[in-house]
Structure formats: C-alpha cells, structure tokens
C-alpha cells in the first residue's frame, strides 16, 4: 500500500508571496492532518481535515488554511509569506474510525524556504 | 497548553547497548505514539499505546503508557548504527472519533559510536 506523498518536496518563495502544499493520505484514510517543523519549535499541529471539514485547529495564524477534497487529498495554503514560515510542512493521515483511528502516518515533507 | 518534556535531548552512546528515554505532560493523553525521524524525512510510526498501563514491544524497541496516563517511556535494546535518529513521543487526546493534533516533545538525539 502507498505511504502518504506530498508535493512538492522542495519550494522556494519570496515573502509576500503565497503557496499552495498538496498531500495524499494513505488509501482508506479520511483523516489529514498537517504539522509544521522548524528547529526552534519543534512540530506543531497546524489543523484537521475530515470529510472534507476541517475538525480540529492548532494555534497559527489565518494566513494558515487548508481544504480537503471527496477523495480525502487535502491542500494547505499559506498567504502572505513571512520569513519565519520557512519549514517543513508534515502531512500526515490516519483512519478516523474504528481500531487503531488515532495512528498518524506521515509523509515525506514539503520544504518551504520563504526568502 | 499541553506541553511535552522530552529527554534527554541527546544521546551518545556505543553500538549494543540499550537506550531509554521518556517524555512527561503536564495533561493527560488517550493516546501516546513514539516515532523516528531521518534527516530529510518525515517521522515514522514506531509504538502506538492506548491504555495506562501499557506495555507494547515492536522488535527490539519497547514502550509504556504510564499508570498516571501522563508519561510515557521507550526502551530500545542492543542499539545498532541504524538506530540514529531523532525520536519523538507524541501524545493525543483522542476523545471522540477521529484524529485530534498530535503534541510533539521536541526529540531525543540518538548518535551512536562504531
């Protein structure tokens, strides 16, 4: 079974600009959820998709937003880039129902470099 | 917020002997998860827990959910050169259906010596 990918890998952007981040869970998962990494904090949840309803939302600002598609691909969208948004965004997906709903898989990761 | 202390932040250690690190929440968690992160990679599932108490083993990596539902520790035996690595506990509430946001220590360092 395919893992989670995400595309692309690498972006580089200039502030002020937007971007747009494609994820694909793993088949069967209906849950996606997408974290940000950056070496000063670490992996923060940025928020849940769902049914293509976002559920859950960690604390960014709404320069941050996503969407799921009916096929459970989501996208995350980051407008008005600032230099401290340059990380390694995390996609990652999980069952959402019955046993083991809670395990998340991760994908590879999208370098974002805000310059 | 919840908060996660990991530790120890790093660990140098020789090649065969065992490792244990452990992360504490001021919150309690449903869930905990440990993972292993490579450079350039995303993490990878290692040990998924779901009850206090429990003790689950994946090869030579062991982990437990503790009693108090807020801390959580993962063993792993006869350490190898692919064992490096970044590991990272991650605790979830999971209350409801689905999948709430993961809280994340901030890692334990694993470098291990030929």
């Known amino acids: 079974k395919a893992g989670v990918t995400q595309t692309p890998r690498y972006l580089i952007k200039t502030r002020g600009q937007q971007v747009t981040l494609s994820c694909s869970p793993i088949?069967?998962?209906?849950?996606v959820s997408w974290y940000q990494q950056t070496p000063g904090q670490g992996l923060q949840f940025l928020f849940e998709y769902f049914s293509e309803t976002q559920r859950n939302k960690g604390n960014f600002p709404g320069r941050f937003s996503g969407r799921q598609f009916s096929n459970s691909r989501s996208e995350m969208n980051v407008s008005t880039l600032e230099l401290g948004d340059s990380a390694l965004y995390l996609c990652?997906?999980?069952?959402?129902?019955?046993?083991?709903?809670?395990?998340?898989?991760f994908g590879p990761g999208t370098r974002l470099t805000v310059t | 917020g919840q908060q996660l202390n990991q530790s120890p932040q790093s660990m140098f250690i020789q090649e065969g002997e065992d490792v244990s690190m452990n992360c504490t929440s001021s919150?309690?968690?449903?869930?905990w998860l440990w993972y292993k992160q490579d450079p350039g990679e995303g993490p990878v599932l290692l040990i998924a827990?779901?009850?206090?108490?429990e003790l689950t083993s994946n090869g030579r990596l062991t982990a437990q959910f503790g009693i108090t539902r807020k801390d959580s520790f993962l063993n792993i035996s006869a350490s190898i050169p692919s064992d490096v690595g970044i590991y990272f506990c991650a605790g979830q509430l999971g209350s409801g259906g689905g999948a709430d946001g993961l809280t994340f220590g901030k890692g334990t360092h694993l470098i291990i010596q030929p």
């Open positions: 088949s069967g998962h209906r849950s």
């Open positions: 919150s309690i968690f449903n869930t």
């Open positions: 827990l779901y009850k206090a108490g």
């Open positions: 990652a997906s999980s069952r959402a129902s019955g046993t083991f709903s809670y395990e998340q898989y």
